[in-house]
């Protein structure tokens, strides 16, 4: 079992499956075929051609665009096509840190496969055999990952939210963490990945961190998406990783990454250069 | 001044202006066509068409490929189109990790292209406004970059060295640093870059290294390349990476890497997530 094939789980995408969301010319997403046939429902919103899907040219603005999709969510929503609204908006930017295009409700992010941001937090302390991290167990109610574990804080970036907004925000709720120790953790990256899903795509960059957790804290979830916390040596933690699929999806790669901040996946390891480029983006297909 | 610039400076390839060299239908390095004009003297080794130049399919196996670009490297360097051998053979391989396809002198590594490993070492200590580099100044007698500021240790990689082992080497010869400290340094991931340079094309992977320096630990080269080591904050470092050109041309990426690591440099920089993938190969043109 190999690290690997996390990084080729979470960049499953075949373009040929899925048209290109045309904004003004510009690529904003990708609408799988199967579900744009769905759009005819809405002529006056979207142009669908064999090569892509346009917004109508009538449409222009942010605050429209942001209206006819919002218009589009429900009315998908009442035929079937995605289950419900999530009641949070995220930004569709031209890039990261661009002017907004438009917002999207995150219940309809995968069927328009829209680029979404968000934050993960390693948080370690020292340990018998090198780092130990703490670890979450996901709600058993949780539509995503059920029961599987994943790390002290994870969580999506909202319109108006930014990195490390989300960062202070998930950490007092995901784990109880008082914002004077969430300010101890610092940047260390980002991930990318694109995947398939059953309801769409995911198209996602993930901001890193990390903190030093002091012994006498322990993480308490208060919005109950976490069942549990536990402290998992690192090495545990990428033992997992290489022979389970106990961690949600996305963790791994994320645990795949402080492993290699934090020397405990090596470059005699014949993968590394591929773990390294491959978290950031180089196995993503169909552009960037 | 940015960032970006140094990632865009150590990319600048244009593909057009180059030949893919290829050993049994695998490309494994680029030759400028100017340069390639210089092949024409061994009709034995190469094939040069309008589209590649290839090793004669009757040179088989790395002894065999490996003699005959020696052969070809001695008649390069009688004809002036470069310098001198180094004396030091790279291995190129197919993939890191990969089989050795042949060895080749670094000194005729740019003019054909290939693919060339090296190791950078951050050596680090808690400073009172971050952590604190020790920063190499390079001898006015080198080749590449004379005068210019360097990392504390950093070097190629010769056939037959590993990643660690020349760590470890190249860590005693230029910072006099015994093996029971530098085996104190730890992995911390890798940068990739292709440029174009007067005598041919640098196409690098440099595995960097953190160490947590000790107090009373002061650097002392010992090969002449360096003239001489000072301390310097880290967040004086990225100043002078942004504003200035006082740091070797691939040490600025090294640099740019330390701060994503170390959160000197964070989400909220619009160019972060180009930088993070600009660092692991996502610039570099002419196809991994």
Not at 213 to 233: A, H, Y
Request: with cysteine; net charge negative.
């Amino acid at each position: 079992m190999t690290y690997l094939r996390h990084l080729e789980a979470c960049n499953r995408f075949d373009p040929q499956r899925f048209l290109p969301l045309l904004l003004a010319g510009r690529r904003v997403g990708f609408v799988r075929r199967d579900n744009a046939r769905a759009l005819d429902a809405f002529p006056r919103i979207f142009r669908i051609a064999s090569d892509g899907i346009a917004l109508a040219e009538n449409i222009v603005g942010s605050d429209a665009v942001t209206a006819a999709l919002g218009e589009a969510t429900d009315g998908l929503i009442a035929a079937g096509s995605f289950d419900k609204r999530r009641g949070e908006l995220f930004a569709v930017t031209d890039g990261w840190g661009g002017p907004l295009l438009f917002e999207l409700d995150r219940g309809a992010v995968p069927f328009f496969g829209t680029r979404a941001y968000g934050v993960h937090l390693n948080g370690w302390r020292p340990g018998a055999d090198g780092p130990a991290l703490w670890i979450g167990k996901r709600a058993m109610d949780k539509k995503i990952a059920p029961g599987e574990l994943d790390n002290l804080v994870a969580g999506g970036m909202g319109s108006g939210y930014g990195a490390w907004d989300t960062l202070l925000k998930e950490a007092a709720e995901e784990a109880g963490m008082p914002e004077a120790l969430t300010v101890q953790a610092h940047a260390v990256g980002a991930i990318r990945y694109r995947m398939e899903l059953p309801d769409g795509l995911r198209d996602d960059a993930l901001f890193l961190y990390d903190i030093r957790m002091p012994v006498d804290f322990t993480p308490r979830n208060t919005d109950g998406e976490m069942e549990d916390f536990r402290l998992l040596s690192a090495q545990e933690c990428l033992r997992r990783v290489r022979e389970t699929s106990d961690f949600k999806f996305n963790v791994n790669l994320v645990l795949i990454d402080f492993g290699l901040r934090h020397g405990l996946i090596r470059p005699e390891d014949q993968d590394y250069l591929t773990l390294v480029e491959g978290l950031r983006g180089s196995l993503i297909r169909g552009g960037r």
